[in-house]
C-alpha cells in the first residue's frame, strides 16, 4: 500500500512495505527524484536498514553466547509497517518486533518511521525503542537513490558529489573488500568527486564524519542535497555493471549509524565496530533532510 505526502513543491509516495519512500516529484520543475527499482539494476528504491548496516563477517554475530545469522543490512527493510498518524503533508510508520525476530535478532523493539515534507525538502525521523530486558544493541541506515541522470540531454558524467566535512574533525576514509571495511585512514582532500563509470567498481565509498552530500548537475544545477549532521558514517554507491564495465543510472548517498563488519572482527556484537547501545526503555533518534534542487 502506498500513502502519499504532497505540498506545493513535492509529492512524496511511501510504501508500508519497509516504510519506503518510493517516489519523489518535484511540481515546480516535474522531475522525478528517485530511482526507480528496475531490477535489472537495483529492485530497491530507499530501504531502511536495521538491525545492522552493511554485512557481518560470514553473516554471523556472537551475543551471550549464541549465534545469530542476518543478511546484509538486516530485516526491517522487508517488514510491513503499520500506520501511525498521517497528515497532509507527514507521514508516520511504526512496526513492533512482538517476538517476530528472535531466531535472528534476540532484541524487542519498537521501530517508528517519520516523514514530513517542508517546501522542497523531505525529512526523515527515526525512533527505535527498547523494549527488551536487557541493553539493546543495533544500527541502523539509510539507502535512498536518486536517479541520474535527471534530464535526457545529460550524462552520468556531468554529475559531481559535493562534500561539507563536519567541523574540527579528521574525515577517515574505508573501503570495502569482499564486503568488509578497512581503514584507508584520513582523507586529506574530500571535496568534490566527478561521476564516473569506473567511480564503484571496488564498492561503495565510506567515509565518517561528514556533515552533507550534495549530488548535482554541472550543466542544469539540479540534484539532491542530503544533510545528516551527528550521523558518524555514510556510505555513496552505486552499482557497477561488470557485463559492460558501467555504473547504473543512480547513486545512493546513505546516512549511517552503524557500519559493515571490519575484517578483523571478532564477531561478538556488543564489541562490534560502530555498533549503538540503548538502555532498558530508552528510546534513539536521528533524522536527517533531503533537499531536491
Not at 75 to 102: I, K, N, P, Y
Not at 256 to 280: M, P, Q, V
Request: hydrophobic share 40%; proline share 3%.
Amino acid at each position: 500500500m502506498l500513502f502519499v505526502m504532497e505540498n506545493d513543491w513535492l509529492k512524496v509516495e511511501i510504501a508500508t512495505n519497509g516504510a519506503e519512500v518510493r517516489k519523489v516529484k518535484h511540481k515546480k520543475n516535474g522531475l522525478d527524484y528517485m530511482w526507480t527499482g528496475d531490477n535489472a539494476y537495483w529492485g530497491r528504491v530507499s530501504p531502511v536498514l536495521f538491525p545492522i548496516v552493511g554485512r557481518l563477517k560470514e553473516d554471523r554475530y556472537q551475543l551471550n553466547g549464541q549465534t545469530y545469522s542476518l543478511p546484509q543490512h538486516g530485516f526491517l527493510r522487508d517488514v510491513m509497517f503499520d500506520l501511525h498518524e498521517q497528515t497532509t503533508t507527514s507521514v508516520s510508520f511504526v512496526v513492533e518486533s512482538a517476538g517476530r525476530f528472535t531466531n535472528v535478532y534476540p532484541f524487542e523493539f519498537k521501530a517508528f518511521i517519520h516523514y514530513m515534507i517542508k517546501e522542497d525538502s523531505l525529512i526523515v525521523r527515526w525512533e527505535i525503542v527498547n523494549e527488551s530486558k536487557e541493553e539493546m544493541y543495533f544500527s541502523i541506515g539509510a539507502h535512498p537513490a536518486f536517479k541520474v541522470p535527471l534530464l535526457g540531454n545529460e550524462t552520468i558524467e556531468d554529475y559531481s558529489l559535493h562534500f561539507t566535512p563536519a567541523g574540527n574533525k579528521n574525515v577517515m576514509e574505508y573501503e570495502l573488500k569482499d564486503s568488509l571495511i578497512h581503514e584507508k585512514g584520513m582523507a586529506n582532500d574530500i571535496s568534490t568527486i566527478q561521476l564516473s563509470d569506473s567511480l564503484f567498481v571496488n564498492d561503495a565509498l565510506v567515509y565518517s564524519n561528514i556533515d552533507s552530500i550534495t549530488l548535482v548537475s554541472n550543466k542544469s544545477s539540479h540534484g539532491v542535497e542530503v544533510m545528516f549532521e551527528e550521523f558518524p558514517f555514510v556510505g555513496i554507491w552505486s552499482k557497477y555493471m561488470d557485463a559492460n564495465g558501467t555504473m547504473a543510472p543512480f547513486v545512493c548517498i546513505e546516512p549511517w549509524y552503524g557500519i559493515a563488519d571490519t575484517y578483523h572482527t571478532s564477531g561478538g556484537f556488543k564489541d562490534k565496530f560502530g555498533i549503538n547501545k540503548l538502555e532498558i526503555g530508552e528510546t534513539f533518534q536521528a533524522e536527517y533532510k533531503i533537499n531536491f534542487k
